[in-house]
Structure formats: C-alpha cells, structure tokens
C-alpha cells in the first residue's frame, strides 16, 4: 500500500496582503449590492462601500509602512506569489488614493442636465440596449443607473494592486487579466457617444487580447528556459546559479533563444499597458471615446501599475540581461517622447491630445527605468504618483465644459474659456503647466529626478532627447493656455456647468497635490527613495 502523507497547505500572510484583499472583498460585496438591494438604493450604498473599501485599503499600506514591511521586514507573501517590499507598497498606496478620488468622479451627477425629474451620471442607463433604442429610453425614463460601474473599478483597482506585486509569472498574468476586464466594460458605457464609447471598449479588448497572448506565450517560453515562474527562480537561472529541478526539467533548460524572445514579448505586453510607442495605438482613440471618469482613472491608475510591474521584471528578473534590454527600452523612450510631442500638436481635441501627451510621459518615465540605480527606481515612483493627479485632476476639468451635446472636446470650443470661467481656466492650465515640466510644478519635480538620475546612469543622450522633447511638448502646452485667456469666446459656445462636492474636490485635490510636490517635493522624493528596493533575497528563499 502506498503510504499516506499530510497535505501541504501554502502559508498566507494575511496581514501583508490586506490592502489587496480589502479592495477585492469590496468589489465582492458590491457584486451582492447588485444583486440583492433595491434598486432606489444602490447609488448610495455603492459608493459609501466604495469609499470606505479604498480608504480602508490605503490605511492598511501605511500601517504597513509604519510596521516596516516596505523596509527592513519585506517579505514575498502568498506562497511566493506577492512581494511586499518599498516599491510595492508606495504604488499600492497611489493607487487607492487614486481610485479612491475617481470614486467621486464616477459618482457626480450634476453635470448633465436633468432627465424626467431626475439626476444623470455619465454613464448609460441600460449598457445592453441598442443605443438610442426603446429599451434604452425606458431605461433613462425610469431613472436607472448603472451603479455597477462601482464594484467594477474596484475589481480593476484590486487587479493594479496586485501587478507591481507580482513575483510570479502567473500572478503577473492573473492580475492583467483581473484588471483589465473591467476597463474594456467600463469603456463602453459613456452615456452620450454610445457609438463612439463602444467602439473604443472593441479596440481596447482586441488590441489588449493581443497583448495579453503576447505576454503569455512569453511566460511559456521563460518557463521553458528557467524551469519555474517565480521571479527570483528565473533571474538565479540567468545568473548562472539555477536551484535544485527535476533532473528531467533541467536537461531541457538553459536555452537562450527561449530567454531573449519569451523576455521580448513578456516587455511587449507591459509597454502595451504603459502605452510606449510602437504599442501606443490604442491610446487616442480609447481616451476619447471612453467615459471621461473612466478616461482620468484609467489614464492615471494603468500606468502606474504597469510601470510598477515593468521595474520588478527588468530590476528582479532580468538585471543579468541588462545589455539586452537597454537598448531596446533607449528605442522605445526616445520614440515615446517624441512622436508623443510631435504628433500631439496636430490634436484638436482635448482628450487626444491628452492621450498623446501621456504618450510622450511614458517615454520621460522609462529615462528613469534606464538609470538601473536605486535613483532611477525612487524618481520612476516620484513620477508615477506626480503625474496620476495631474492626469485625473486634468480629465476631472474636461467633464465640466459641456455644451448641448455633452462634452466639448473640440479645441476650438475652449477658445475665451478663461474669460467665461477663469478659476476653472486657471486650475486646468496649471495641470498644462505640470505636464509642460514648468517649475513649482510636480511636473518640473518629477522630470528634473527622472533626466538627473538617467544622466548620473550615463545616460545623457536620453535627457537631451527628453529635453527637446519636452520644449515641443510645452509648445501645445501654451498654445491651449493661449487659447483659453487671449481668444474670444465663441458666441453659443459651451459653458461651465457648476459641479457638486464631488467633482471641485477632485479637481482641488489634484491642483493641492500638484503645488505642493512642486513647491517641496524633498519629503515626497526621501519617501519615494526609502520605498525604492525591491525585496529579492526573501525571493530567492521562496518556493
């Protein structure tokens, strides 16, 4: 008889992977809000549950910061699978306070004007209808909302916790999975456009499907090379200094074809989520037809988890490949910034020129990536939470200038804006002004730590790329600023519409956020630099 042997069951640190599992355990009890409250009930209920998930999740990252996790007490947690170190807890912690803000984004409305006696939000009463159909207009009739919209951004926040975590292969995967299928839904679900915002969710789902089988196969393939999915396994393989494999696994390993093209495409798939050229196509058009709450959040919240899980591949797994890497990341930096430069200024909307605005960024960012130096790691951060207010507080603006139609996008309708609405006017051109890198701005801040920790790495031709291109970039800067305050007013132009709570406390904490890592950034950039090391050596004793 065989002998029987006790089950093995995995370690789980609950406590170190709270912040995820409170965000998720949200999203799960939203799921039920749906199902089971009345319908009369579900906004409120929504978003108080929404709120109190997120704050509750970004109070577990600081507790876990205070009690040393992010530091001297890192560990990988979950079997293997989650890295709970700086890096990790300093995104996690951007990232609720950003769902956390687009929450309310989501939540308003006042915007459009009202339907039947009753309020409007910026997404479609009845998602499955025919736009435009009868199901539809009894749907607007009745009052419905599409307070499902909630517990889907929180299973997309859940998901972007996750990713620049991952220290698996298959987490990796998992989370990009979590994350992005709730994005292609909410993508779709603009209440004015319909056609438009469905057409955007479609070349968001097939262009991501794309690269997601792109990712994948090129996990297959590192795992052909390396014999293993975790991080610390593959980089101790590349290293030359493989663990102890089935015997039968290790004759089969080793081979460098599998490390050079399964590492290409797991990068092609992580610069597709950044939106680095040549992967950057799906950009414009999403940006614009997507809702535009759903636009700020995604446009801040993606790039901050995908550029988290790119510095943890190339810093953990691949460093021994860093001479093949680098020149490929030079390539793709340089065309970020400057075919997002140049071609933002044939934009005459404002929400693509935006998107190709976010092109250029990811271009700035990777010159930190570059540096490979704990430097280049804490200006990356640095950046990544400066510009995620920036974006949502520029896209919450973008919602409050309407005309009949709903938003007006079109350049040409922003023309005497300052006149009709000079603070508003005035707000949105200092977001300009920190995404044109002008100082006292967390623009100028992030730039100035990304392009001197790229020049310290020697990498100096990469800063005066970036330079030049952020001298074209500041050109469609002002030119929007000049615009708005030296034009006049178009007559039957749009106007401003007067917002709730919600939507000026978006818009406030966003400008706060950015005068403030602008005017001292030195305490942001110290926290961004204790935060910039990534637990390895608890890696390598994981499983």
Same mark, same amino acid.
């Given at each position: ?145 599409? %307070? ?39 993508? $779709? ?11 955007? $969710? ?38 030359? %200094? ?148 920036? %974006? ?34 005035? %707000? ?116």
């Amino acid at each position: 008889m065989l002998a029987q042997t006790e089950p093995v069951f995995p370690e789980i640190q609950w406590v170190a992977l709270s912040p995820t599992l409170i965000v998720l355990g949200a999203a799960t009890l939203g799921i039920l809000v749906e199902a089971f409250v009345p319908r009369r009930a579900r906004y409120l209920t929504q978003m108080v549950l929404s709120v109190l998930g997120l704050a509750a999740a970004f109070s577990a990252v600081i507790g876990l910061a205070v009690s040393d996790y992010g530091t001297s007490e890192a560990l990988v947690a979950g079997a293997g699978a989650i890295a709970v170190d700086g890096p990790a807890l300093f995104l996690q912690g951007v990232l609720a306070l950003v769902a956390l803000v687009s929450v309310f984004l989501f939540a308003e409305r006042r915007l459009d004007p009202a339907e039947h006696g009753r309020p409007v939000d910026s997404f479609a009463a009845q998602p499955a209808a025919l736009p435009g159909g009868p199901a539809e207009q009894q749907a607007v009739k009745a009052g419905w909302m599409t %307070t499902d919209v909630f517990p889907l951004l929180l299973f997309a926040t859940g998901g972007m916790m996750i990713f620049p975590a991952a220290n698996d292969l298959l987490v990796l995967f998992i989370a990009l999975e979590v994350f992005s299928l709730p994005l292609y839904m909410l993508c $779709a679900l603009a209440r004015r456009r319909r056609l438009l915002s469905q057409e955007a $969710a479609v070349k968001y789902f097939l262009l991501g499907a794309f690269a997601s089988a792109f990712l994948l196969f090129g996990i297959a393939l590192l795992y052909g090379y390396a014999g293993s999915l975790t991080y610390a396994r593959i980089a101790a393989v590349i290293a030359g %200094t493989p663990p102890e494999l089935d015997p039968a696994l290790t004759a089969t390993m080793g081979n460098d074809a599998l490390l050079l093209i399964g590492g290409a495409m797991v990068l092609m798939g992580l610069l597709f989520k950044v939106g680095a050229v040549p992967f950057h196509m799906w950009t414009p058009d999403v940006y614009q037809g997507a809702p535009t709450p759903v636009t700020g959040f995604m446009a801040a919240a993606t790039k901050v988890a995908a550029f988290g899980a790119l510095l943890r591949l190339l810093y953990v797994v691949l460093p021994g490949m860093r001479w093949d890497w680098e020149p490929v990341l030079w390539g793709v930096a340089i065309l970020s910034m400057v075919a997002g430069a140049v071609i933002a200024i044939t934009q005459t909307d404002v929400k693509r020129l935006l998107a190709y605005s976010s092109i250029a960024h990811s271009g700035f960012i990777l010159a930190g990536v570059i540096a490979v130096s704990p430097d280049g790691i804490s200006s990356a951060l640095f950046y990544l939470a400066a510009y995620s207010f920036v %974006t949502l507080g520029a896209f919450a603006v973008v919602t409050l200038v309407r005309d009949p139609q709903g938003e007006a996008t079109h350049l040409s309708k922003w023309a005497g804006l300052g006149r009709r609405s000079p603070i508003l006017a005035g %707000t949105f051109a200092l977001f300009l002004l920190a995404f044109a890198g002008i100082p006292l701005t967390s623009g100028f801040a992030g730039k100035f730590a990304v392009f001197r920790a790229a020049a310290d790495a020697g990498a100096m031709g990469l800063v005066v790329v970036g330079v030049a291109a952020s001298a074209i970039a500041a050109f469609f800067y002002v030119r929007v600023i000049v615009l708005m305050f030296f034009s006049e007013p178009q007559t039957g132009g749009p106007s401003v519409v007067i917002p709730s709570p919600l939507t000026v406390s978006v818009v406030g904490l966003a400008a706060v956020v950015t005068l403030v890592l602008g005017i001292a950034p030195q305490y942001f950039l110290d926290l961004a630099g204790q935060a910039g090391v990534f637990v390895q050596e608890a890696a390598a004793t994981s499983r």
